[in-house]
């Protein structure tokens, strides 16, 4: 960075990234960001679903960080709360899953079951 018109730009992307993860109406994706989460591999994980839902336009859906949600095992961990809907919990989560999760579930409302804590506690 070597200018004023350089730092604008970076601050300007940040500004962005960090628009999507306010809270406000709508679909909330949670990721779990606990040392065990990030451990696990969750950084990666809410960095795609932050690419993912500014590259769609989805300004319904927020995505935040939240600490231990108490089931280090599963890690990483991203639940999903639609208003009117019960909350879905994804577990075991990758960077490569977000793509099918923000598909099938957050636009078409049909949650991903074979990633779900559910499908987990099966095995």
Do not use: W
């Not at 989460?37 to 995505?63: C, D, S």
């Not at 600490?67 to 599963?74: A, E, F, N, Q, V």
């Not at 049909?110 to 499908?119: F, H, L, M, N, S």
């Amino acid at each position: 960075m070597k200018t004023i018109a350089e730092l604008e730009a970076i601050r300007q992307r940040a500004k962005g990234q960090v628009g999507v993860r306010k809270d406000r109406e709508g679909t909330r994706v949670v990721v779990g960001m606990a040392t065990c989460g990030i451990a696990a591999g969750a950084r990666p994980v809410m960095l795609a679903f932050v690419e993912e839902v500014n590259k769609r336009g989805l300004q319904h859906v927020t995505v935040s960080q939240t600490g231990c949600i108490g089931m280090c095992r599963l890690e990483p961990i991203v639940e999903v709360f639609v208003p009117g809907k019960d909350k879905v919990t994804y577990v075991h989560m990758t960077p490569e899953k977000v793509g099918r999760v923000i598909a099938e579930h957050i636009v078409n409302g049909r949650p991903v079951d074979e990633y779900t804590i559910g499908a987990a506690e099966e095995q």
